[in-house]
């Protein structure tokens, strides 16, 4: 079964300083990654994915991710951190389709909340 | 261009009530999901359509949860009856095709309380 991981459930950081949340999953085969952010009482807002080719990934709103395929990690960056981006960020997976047994489904992680701090 | 809308955007209700929810997706999108979010946890797929036909329904609670999109375009999820345990955020996404790359765009949910 195909999992993610997001070790941290907050991450607090000063505004201006670079941000990173933490990703790792578990996929039988290769995988397709995505990031979303969560703002209060409003659903998912697609940051980026990753599907093949570039392991760097640049998104919306100044984010980027670096897929690295033999830490099975997918961490997401910002270089300078606004306090707009306080919101909670998940990380998701699903398995390329030649692996049948992985189904279609967009698995989630548990969320890491951000608080960026003035 | 629109986004999902989703209506209500809160309900509460006692248990062994039922309530149901609507969505519509983005105009065009051919592939429909609802998600359940409990408070602290990621979203779970309960319900995949294509176009109006059901491509996986493995983790509805089918005992007391029902989906359909009959046009397919609109859909609505049902839940009769409402346990405690239902208590989440009730997510809508679409997305243009059913594809493994698509990306699903979500609606902004439905917080059911259940008392």
């Known amino acids: 079964a195909q999992s993610v991981a997001q070790p941290e459930d907050q991450v607090n950081v000063a505004e201006g300083n670079p941000l990173t949340v933490k990703c790792t999953y578990s996929?039988?085969?290769?995988?397709?990654l995505f990031w979303y952010v969560q703002y209060p009482n409003r659903g998912l807002q697609f940051l980026l994915k990753?599907?093949?080719?570039?392991?760097l990934v640049k998104g919306s709103y100044g984010f980027e991710a670096e897929f690295n395929k033999s830490q099975t990690s997918f961490h997401l960056k910002k270089p300078s951190a606004l306090v707009s981006d306080s919101a909670l960020y998940f990380c998701?997976?699903?398995?390329?389709?030649?692996?049948?047994?992985?189904?279609?489904?967009?698995?989630f992680g548990g969320g890491t909340r951000v608080l960026v701090k003035p | 261009e629109a986004g999902v809308a989703q209506s209500p955007r809160y309900k509460i209700i006692e248990k062994r009530q039922s309530v149901a929810f609507w969505c519509n997706p983005i105009?065009?999108?051919?592939?429909l999901y609802w998600y359940q979010q409990i408070l602290g946890q990621g979203p779970k797929l309960l319900i995949q359509?294509?176009?109006?036909?059901?491509?996986?329904d493995s983790q509805l609670p089918k005992d007391r949860f029902s989906a359909e999109r009959l046009k397919g375009v609109d859909s609505t999820l049902k839940i009769q009856p409402a346990k405690l345990e239902d208590s989440a955020v009730y997510l809508c996404?679409?997305?243009?095709?059913?594809?493994?790359?698509?990306?699903?765009?979500f609606g902004p949910g439905t917080r059911l309380t259940v008392l």
């Open positions: 996404a679409s997305s243009l095709g059913g594809g493994f790359t698509d990306t699903q765009y």
């Open positions: 996929v039988s085969g290769n995988p397709y």
């Open positions: 990753y599907i093949t080719g570039d392991n």
């Open positions: 998701a997976v699903r398995a390329q389709p030649r692996i049948k047994a992985a189904g279609n489904k967009l698995t």
């Open positions: 105009s065009g999108h051919a592939t």
């Open positions: 359509f294509q176009n109006n036909g059901v491509v996986d």
